[in-house]
C-alpha cells in the first residue's frame, strides 16, 4: 500500500478541520523556530559587540518567550493531532465491525473471529501514528522549508542559495525510501509476524514435544531460526538505513557549508556576525521537517501494513443478499422451497451443497440427516440468509429470499445453532434475545418448555446469573436450552435446530427432544439430526450425502 | 536498578560488549551534533573579528569532519542497536522457552487457552525492547551529557553548571511528570482496550446468531460505548504526552537562556573570551539531543517492564517434576503400568483435580476410562507421561513408582494420541516423524498405512510434505486425529494413551476411527480414555470415573473383545 493511498485519505473526511488546524499550528510552531534563531543571533552579536548582559534582559526574555510559544504549540499539535486521528480510527474500526457483521456474519474466506478483532484494535491503532503525525507533516514538508528560506534570504540571499543547492538530495531521499524502505518494511514485517507464528506454535506444541521427548531439539531450532532471521533482517537493514543517512548527510553538509561559507564571508568582511548567526542557527532548521517526515513514515509503516489487510476485509464483496422487494412472505403460510441450491466456499474446491431439492411444507417437521461435512449447517445458514446460494434458488411461496427485506424474514424464523453463543450478560439478557420486550413471566414460560427454568433457578443468582466471557461457564447442555428458550420466545412460524443433541449425556437429551416436542406445535420445523431420539418425532427425514444427492423417505407413509 | 529489570536482563543474556558498542555510537551521535554546532558557531564568531583566512583552518577542519561523521555514525548506530535488538529477541525466546519447558502443561495456568498464550507470546517478543528503549537511551543521555557538560564546564564552570542543571530536569523530572500521567493513562487505556477486544470477539463469534435474531444494533451500541471509553483515554494520554513534549522545550530555553546569561556576564567580565558565547550557547541547545527520546523511552519501558513481570511470574515456580539424583535403569518388560490410590491437584488450583483412583494395565491390555467432562481424565494422562506428579498415592511402571526413573525413560514406555495432541504448522512427513527423528520415509509412510491415513496422504499432490496448517487447520478432525495417531505409533511405545481421541468428531467418523485405532494398535497396552460410546465395544474393560472423582473407586464392567 502506498502512503499517501487515497482509500487512507478519503477517511480522513471527518477530521480534517483537526487535522488542518493541526497543520496550522505546525506552520506557526515553524515561526517560532525562525523568531527564536534570530533572537539568538540578535544576542550573541551584541554581546559580541561588548553588550552588557542588563541591557540584554528583554531580548534573552523574548528568547525563553519563543520556546514557550513552541512548547504551547507543540502541546496543542499533539492534542490536535491524535483527536482527529482517534475520530478517523474509531470510524475505521466502527465500518469494519458493521461490514463484517452485516455482510460476512459467517465469514467465508476463513478469517476467524479473532483476526478481525486484532485488525480492529491494535492494527486500527497502529495507524493513530500516521493519522496524527504523519499526514500533518506531508503538508508540513512542503511549507516550512519554503518558510524558512525565505527567512534566511531576507537574511543573506547567499546562504539562502547554498541551502538551495543541497535540497535536491531530498528528492533523492524521498525516492529511495519509496523505493526500498516501503517494500523492505513489509518483507520484514511479514518475517516478523513468522517469526512469532512459529514460536508460538513451538510453545502451543510444547507439551507434545515433551510427551515425545524432543523439547530440547526444539530450543536449538528456535534460536537457529532466530538467528537466521537476524542475519537476513540486518542485511536489508543495511540497505534502508542507508535513505534515512542520505538526508542526515544532506542536512549536516548544509549546515556545515553554510557555515564555512559565512565564516569565509565573515573575514572578508561581506556578512555581518548577526546575519551569519541568524543564518547558522537555522540552516538545520530546513531538514527538520524532512527528517520528521521520514521518521514518521518509518514509525506508521507497520500501520500502513496493517492497513492493507484492514480494506482487504473493508472492500470485500458481500455474502449476504441485497433485498429488493418489500413483501415478507409467511412460511406458515407458504412452502419454503430450495430448488437445485449449491453452495461453494470462496477459494476451496468443490462445492458444500451441490443442487439440492428440499421443501419444507407449512406446520412440517422435516429432519435432515447426514455426514458431518455434507452441509448440513450450511442448509440452515442459508434458509436464514446468512449465507446466498452460489447457484439455485430458495423461495418462499412465490418470491425469491434473496430478494427480501433479510432483516424482515430473519423476524420469522428462529433458530438454534449447533454451538449456542452465550453473549456476556445475564441469563435474563440472554435468553431475551429472542424478543428484548417480553415480559418476565413470558421469558419464565420460555424457559420453562425449554426445560431450561429448573437449573437456571439453581443457578447462584437465577436469572440474573451472568453468563458468557468472564461469567459463569454453562454445560454443552445448558447452553443447548438456553438457546432453545430464546427460540421459543421469540415465537417465529419457522424452527431450525441444528444438532440439539450432539455432545449431550443421556439426561440432557431427553429433556432437550422434549423441549423440542414442545417447539413443534404449530410450526414449521427443519431439524437437522443425526440422533435416533429426534428424527423420529419427524413428518418427515431427509438425508443429505456429500455432494447433495438426496434420499426422502417418509416416515408416515412407511 | 529494579530486581524485575535484573532478572529480564538475565533472561535476554545481555550482549553486553555490543550493548556498549551501541550506547558509545548513540553518544558519538549526538557529540557529533553538539560538535558540529559548537565549532561552526565558533567559527562564525572568530570570523567576525576578521582574522587571518587560516587561522580558521582548524575550525574549517572540524566543522566538516562533524558535519560528515555525523551520518556515518548515526548510520553504524541504528544498526548496532537494531542488532542488539534482534539477538535479544533470540535469545529471550530461547531461554523463556526453556524456562516453561518443564512447566508445561501442568504448572502454567490456562494453558489450553488459546488467546492466553499468545499474549504470553507477545508479551516474551515485547522485551526485545528492553535494550533499545529500556537501557540505551538513559545510557546514550548520561555519556553524552556528561561530555558535554564537561565541555561547557572547561570553557565556562557556570556554563556547565547551568547546563548540568537544564539537562537534569529535562532528562529527569520532565520524563518522569510525563511517564507518571501517561503510565496512568496507559493502564487505563490497557483495560479498555481488552474489553473492547472482548466485546468484539464476542460479538464476531456470535454473529450468525446476533444478526438472526436482529439483535446486533444493541451489541454494535456496546461496541461504540468502549471505542468511546478508549479515545477518551487516548486523549487523556496526548495530553501527558503534549506536557512532557511541552516541558521540555521550555526547559530548553530557559537552559540555552541560563548558559547566554552567564556567558555574556563572563564575557562582560572579561572572563570569558566573546567568541566563545555562540559556542556555548549552541552547544547547550544541541546537547539536548540527548534527552528528548528519553520521555518517550520511559513510558514505552514501562509498558516493557509491566510485559516482563507477567513473564516472570509465569516462570517463577521452578518445575515440580525432577528427575531423581540416582534414577533406576530404565523401566522394562512386562511393563504393567498402575495408578495405586492416586490424588492429584493442580499448583494454584483449590479443588483437587483426581481424589483417589486406582486403575491397572497388565501388558497388552485394552481399557478404557469413561467419565465426563471435568471428571479428570486428562490429569491421569499428565500423570502417567509424568507432567505431574501425585499428591497422594503413586503411579508406577513396572513395579516402580515413576519418580525413580528418568522422565525420558517414561516418555519413551508411553505415548499419547488424542484432543490434546499438537499438529505443528509444517509438512505431514515431519509431524509424524516428530516422534521418531531418525526414522525413514517408508517407517513414516508404514505408520501412515496403519493410521489408515496412507492412501489419501498419497494421492496428495505433495504427498508427506503437504503442510498441515496452524493447528492442522488444512484439516478435518479425522485427518487430524489419525496423523497424530501415525505418530503415536511411530514412537513405538509398548504403551499407548488415547485421550479423547474422537472429541468433535461425528459418530461414524468416531466409529471408524476407534476401528483402525485398535487394529493398528497391535499387542500394545492401550488405555482409551473418553467420555463418548465409540470404541467401547473394542476393549477388554471399561471403568468409569464419577464426575469429580470424589474418592470413589471407579467401578468396572467386564466386556469381550
Known sequence: ?558 | MSGTVRSLLALGEAPRARLGVGVLLGALTVLFGVGLMATAGYLISRAAEQPAVLSLMVAIVAVRFFGLGRPIIRYLERLASHDVALRVLGRVRVSFYRRIEPLAPAQLDGYRKGDLLSRMVADVDALQNLYLRGVEPPLVALLAGAVAVGAAAAFLPAAGLVLAGGLLVGGMAVPALSGSLRARAGRRQAAARGELSAELVELLRGAPELVAFSGEAARLERIRAADSRLVKLAQRDALATGVGDGLGLAVTGFTVAGVLAVAVNASAEGRLDRVLIAMLALLALASFEAVTPLADAAREFAATRAAGQRVLELTAGGAAVRDPDQPAPAPCWPFTVALEGVRARYPNQPRPALAGISLSLRPGERVALVGPSGAGKTTITNLLLRFLDPAAGRVTIAGRDLREYRQADVRRVISVAGQESHLFSASIGDNVRLSRPEANDRDVEAALHRARIWDWVQALPNGLDTLVGEEGRELSGGQRQRIILARALLADAPVLILDEPTAHLDPSTASALMRDVFSAAGGRTVLLITHRREGLDLVDRVQTLPPGSAGIPGHTARRRR
Open chain 1, 1 to 558: 500500500m502506498r502512503a499517501l493511498d487515497p482509500r487512507l485519505l478519503r477517511r480522513t473526511r471527518s477530521a480534517r478541520p483537526l487535522l488542518t488546524l493541526d497543520t496550522m499550528l505546525g506552520a506557526a510552531c515553524a515561526l517560532a523556530v525562525l523568531v527564536q534563531g534570530s533572537v539568538l543571533a540578535l544576542i550573541v552579536a551584541r554581546a559580541f559587540q561588548g553588550a552588557h548582559l542588563r541591557s540584554l534582559w528583554f531580548d534573552i526574555g523574548l528568547l525563553v518567550t519563543a520556546f514557550l510559544a513552541r512548547g504551547a504549540l507543540v502541546w496543542g499539535m499533539e492534542m490536535a493531532g491524535r483527536r482527529a486521528a482517534w475520530s478517523v480510527l474509531s470510524e475505521l474500526r466502527l465500518a469494519l465491525v458493521e461490514k463484517r457483521l452485516r455482510t460476512h456474519p459467517i465469514a467465508t474466506d476463513g478469517t476467524d473471529s479473532g483476526e478481525v478483532t486484532a485488525v480492529a484494535v491494535q492494527g486500527v491503532e497502529a495507524l493513530e501514528g500516521y493519522f496524527a503525525r504523519y499526514l500533518p507533516q506531508v503538508v508540513l514538508a512542503s511549507i516550512v522549508p519554503l518558510l524558512v528560506l525565505a527567512w534566511v534570504a531576507i537574511v543573506d540571499l547567499e546562504s539562502a542559495l547554498i541551502m538551495l543547492l543541497t535540497l535536491p538530495l531530498v528528492p533523492v531521499f524521498m525516492w529511495l525510501i519509496g523505493r526500498y524502505t516501503e517494500q523492505r518494511t513489509r518483507e520484514r514485517w511479514h518475517a516478523l509476524r513468522h517469526l512469532a507464528t512459529h514460536f508460538l506454535d513451538v510453545v502451543r506444541g510444547l507439551p507434545t514435544l515433551r510427551a515425545v521427548g524432543r523439547a530440547n531439539d526444539e530450543a536449538a531450532a528456535l534460536a537457529e531460526v532466530s538467528e537466521r532471521y537476524r542475519v537476513t533482517t540486518m542485511e536489508t537493514l543495511r540497505v534502508s538505513f542507508l535513505s534515512g543517512s542520505v538526508l542526515e548527510l544532506a542536512a549536516t553538509l548544509g549546515v556545515a557549508l553554510v557555515a564555512v561559507t559565512a565564516g569565509v564571508r565573515l573575514v572578508s568582511g561581506s556578512l555581518g556576525l548577526q546575519a551569519g548567526m541568524t543564518v547558522l542557527v537555522l540552516a538545520p532548521e530546513l531538514y527538520v521537517p524532512f527528517r520528521r517526515l521520514g521518521a514518521e513514515y518509518h514509525a506508521s509503516a507497520d500501520g500502513i501494513a496493517v492497513a492493507e489487510r484492514m480494506f482487504a476485509l473493508l472492500d470485500a464483496p458481500a455474502d449476504a443478499s441485497t433485498p429488493s422487494t418489500r413483501t415478507t412472505p409467511n412460511p406458515a403460510r407458504s412452502a419454503v422451497r430450495l430448488e437445485q441450491v449449491s453452495f461453494s466456499y470462496p477459494g476451496r474446491t468443490g462445492p458444500v451443497l451441490d443442487a439440492l431439492d428440499l421443501e419444507l411444507a407449512p406446520g412440517e417437521t422435516v429432519a435432515l440427516v447426514g455426514e458431518s461435512g455434507a452441509g448440513k449447517s450450511t442448509v440452515a445458514a442459508l434458509l436464514l440468509g446468512l449465507l446466498a446460494p452460489t447457484a439455485g434458488r430458495i423461495s418462499v411461496g412465490a418470491t425469491d429470499l434473496m430478494a427480501c427485506q433479510a432483516d424482515a424474514w430473519r423476524r420469522l424464523v428462529a433458530w438454534v445453532p449447533q454451538h449456542p453463543t452465550m453473549f456476556s450478560g445475564s441469563v435474563a439478557d440472554n435468553i431475551r434475545l429472542g424478543d428484548p420486550a417480553a415480559s418476565e413471566d413470558r421469558m419464565h414460560a420460555a424457559a420453562a418448555l425449554a426445560g431450561a427454568d429448573d437449573f437456571i433457578r439453581g443457578l447462584p443468582d437465577g436469572y440474573a446469573t451472568l453468563i458468557g466471557d468472564g461469567g459463569r461457564s454453562l454445560s454443552p447442555g445448558e447452553r443447548r436450552r438456553i438457546a432453545i428458550a430464546r427460540a421459543i420466545l421469540k415465537d417465529a412460524p419457522l424452527v431450525i435446530l441444528d444438532e440439539p443433541t450432539a455432545d449431550l449425556d443421556p439426561a440432557s437429551v431427553t429433556l432437550v427432544s422434549r423441549a423440542v416436542r414442545r417447539l413443534r406445535a404449530g410450526r414449521t420445523m427443519l431439524v437437522i439430526a443425526h440422533r435416533p431420539e429426534l428424527v423420529e418425532h419427524a413428518d418427515r427425514v431427509v438425508h443429505l450425502r456429500t455432494g447433495a444427492a438426496v434420499s426422502e423417505q417418509n416416515r408416515r407413509a412407511a
